[in-house]
């Protein structure tokens, strides 16, 4: 022991000249020089010389901090997962947070909501369920070119409001690939190419369209819900038929857009006429009838999506309907966290028939869940308290109160274009997690809701179309080979601009109905918190 402490400072020195060899000599990227060297220099630049807010050292280390994790999120030095970490380290030793408490935020309601969600994603796939339910859908679309195309995006849409968009992406695309390799003997191949890269492009949109629909459809969604209860204790619950009731209108009028635009962009000349339903009707013939399993998958699927929507009840506006966890004796002590795991536990009650001793689920299936995506979301949640504790939040508010002489609207639109073109470079998970404890900071220092930034912001961040980089479904469909970066890059400009448009107008004036917002009035949840 007494030999491995003496020897540290000449360890540490080697490890140093080995880092920085690595630098000079290797072939690393001008992105990862900046996260290893430039990130952590800044971070200490800020520490040392920064003093944000006199008397309150904690609000310049959160800084600090947070500027580390932002740096290493969007270069990718070090695993996402691992970066999220670094405020169970770094919030105790400079004492902006208690480790206890920094180490409880990583696991909350909205974590075992995403767990018992794609608990019931994998049913679904380790039974093949959801390529019945997209072959399904594609049946019933019918076989012209628009079809097609509507086809493949309702399919993708649909799946991703309930499994994770890349999971949706990667199980389309083969089906994609597979009908048009068939279209060969009915179309010129210049022309199926060009209409191969609309119908590609097709399902990596509609799965981040899809996903903006539901609380559980794309992790920054459930960032926000978590986040915006941190920061704003008091606050109603942001219950997944709220979410709904506002995010639908949003999908469904961007998914009527995205189609319209890709088949003008990218429709064949010729006729598909000859071809009918055959395909289809082949594909899911293939599939034989329905197992035992897959029912049973099914009836639990729908089921969760009927509880998740009737929990908490409607209000909106005069319109009141109570929901089914009234009527229970403590209906605050039920949240869509308990509803998912509830129903994702029968699954591994449940026997099944096709295979001996087995149940509809088992641990092998489940261990698929995506830890990396739990600890990502801690980190995020970890900063936003810290945000909040240290009082950080509230600086960052005060600095931008500039722009709150501006329209609302002007607001929520500068906010959605900003988040969706950064998110075309930055995890958007990340992203969301950095800037809505920002976000709710500033609405606070400017006196208006904190829902009319921190909403647009998160549906924002699922709109990045431009870049393979920006979502795992435009990395999948590039993986393809059958379309390129200036395409995709080309194509997603124009979504990205009328994204932002139909953001900013549903959110200022449908959301502003379904949560009761009500212009220049501050609600009392958001003063007190």
Do not use: C
Request: charged share 10%; net charge positive; hydrophobic share 55%.
């Amino acid at each position: 022991m007494v030999n491995i402490i003496s020897n540290f400072p000449k360890f540490a020195l080697e490890t140093l000249l080995q880092v920085m060899s690595s630098l000079i000599f290797q072939k690393i990227s001008l992105k990862n020089i900046f996260g290893l060297v430039l990130g952590p220099l800044l971070f200490l630049w800020i520490t040392i010389f920064l003093d944000l807010e006199p008397g309150k050292p904690s609000v310049t280390y959160t800084l600090a901090i947070a500027v580390l994790m932002a740096i290493w999120w969007i270069t990718e030095i070090i695993p996402l997962a691992i970066t999220a970490l670094l405020p169970v380290v770094l919030f105790p030793i400079f004492g902006v947070m208690n480790g206890k408490d920094v180490s409880s935020t990583y696991f909350n309601h909205v974590i075992f909501l995403f767990i018992g969600g794609f608990l019931v994603a994998l049913a679904m796939q380790k039974w093949d369920l959801h390529k019945r339910i997209a072959i399904k859908i594609l049946m019933i679309t019918g076989s012209s070119p628009a079809r097609i195309l509507l086809g493949f995006m309702l399919a993708t849409s649909f799946l991703s409001m309930w499994i994770s968009n890349t999971a949706t992406a990667m199980m389309m695309v083969p089906i994609l690939l597979s009908i048009t390799k068939k279209l060969e003997d009915f179309i010129d191949q210049k022309e199926l190419n060009k209409y191969t890269v609309g119908l590609l492009l097709g399902v990596a949109y509609s799965a981040s369209i899809g996903g903006i629909a539901t609380l559980v459809g794309t992790p920054p969604n459930l960032s926000f819900a978590r986040i915006f209860q941190i920061m704003f204790p008091s606050a109603p619950e942001i219950s997944f038929s709220t979410w709904f009731i506002y995010a639908l209108p949003i999908s469904i009028i961007f998914f009527a857009i995205t189609w319209l635009y890709l088949f003008i962009l990218f429709k064949p000349k010729k006729s598909f006429g000859r071809l009918k339903n055959v395909n289809f009707k082949d594909q899911y013939t293939q599939l034989g009838k329905s197992t035992y399993e897959q029912k049973v998958v099914a009836y639990i699927f729908s089921l969760l999506a009927i509880l998740w929507l009737t929990r908490a009840g409607l209000n909106i506006g005069s319109l009141n309907i109570p929901g089914w966890s009234s009527l229970l004796s403590t209906p605050a002590y039920i949240n869509d966290g308990t509803v998912a795991i509830a129903l994702s536990i029968v699954l591994f009650l449940i026997p099944s028939k096709s295979k001996t001793n087995k149940r509809i689920m088992d641990w092998d299936t489940a261990s698929k869940i995506p830890w990396n995506i739990v600890l990502l979301f801690g980190g995020g949640f970890a900063l936003a308290s810290a945000f909040k504790v240290s009082g950080l939040s509230i600086w960052v508010g005060e600095q931008l109160s500039s722009i709150g002489g501006l329209h609302p609207i002007l607001i929520i639109a500068i906010i959605a274009i900003t988040m969706t073109f950064l998110t075309e470079l930055t995890s958007n998970t990340a992203t969301t997690e950095m800037l809505l404890p920002i976000l709710a900071g500033m609405s606070v220092s400017i006196n208006i809701n904190p829902l009319l930034f921190m909403l647009p912001a998160t549906i924002s961040a699922s709109m990045a179309f431009m870049l393979p980089v920006a979502t795992p479904p435009n990395a999948i469909v590039f993986g393809s080979n059958k379309i390129t970066v200036i395409q995709m890059a080309k194509t997603g400009f124009m979504l990205n601009i009328v994204g932002v448009m139909v953001i900013t107008l549903i959110t200022y004036f449908w959301g502003s109905w379904v949560f009761g917002i009500e212009p220049n009035v501050m609600p009392s949840w958001a003063v007190t918190h």
